[in-house]
């Protein structure tokens, strides 16, 4: 009776890893693996001001590439004019600009 608990909570704990690490992002661009529930917060937390590990994932995945943040999976594109947007449309403070960020005010 004890070792169908343990076989049935491996399941389900295997059933939410696949999920949460694989079938979330499968159609979003490669990015950093996740840790489970997490995500890559345990890497921005742990890079301060963060920009530092954005920049070198943008170094490895290319200009638009994906990560979690506590779980949830989001695709990043480095570069707004991938997106079709000018240098003017995004100019005012803290908006992420090509290839940095811009700061509050400027």
């Not at 343990?6 to 950093?32: A, S």
Request: proline content about 8%; overall charge positive.
């Amino acid at each position: 009776m004890l070792a169908l608990l343990f076989i049935t909570l491996g399941l389900l704990i295997g059933l939410f890893l696949y999920y949460d690490l694989y079938q979330k992002r499968r159609k979003l661009p490669p990015g950093p693996t996740p840790w489970p529930i997490m995500g890559n917060t345990i890497s921005t937390l742990s890079n301060p001001p963060g920009e530092k590990v954005f920049l070198k994932w943008k170094e490895h995945y290319g200009p638009v590439y994906s990560e979690s943040i506590v779980s949830i999976a989001m695709a990043h594109c480095v570069y707004f004019s991938l997106l079709g947007i000018h240098h003017t449309d995004h100019h005012r403070g803290g908006v992420q600009q090509d290839g940095g960020v811009v700061p509050e005010g400027r």
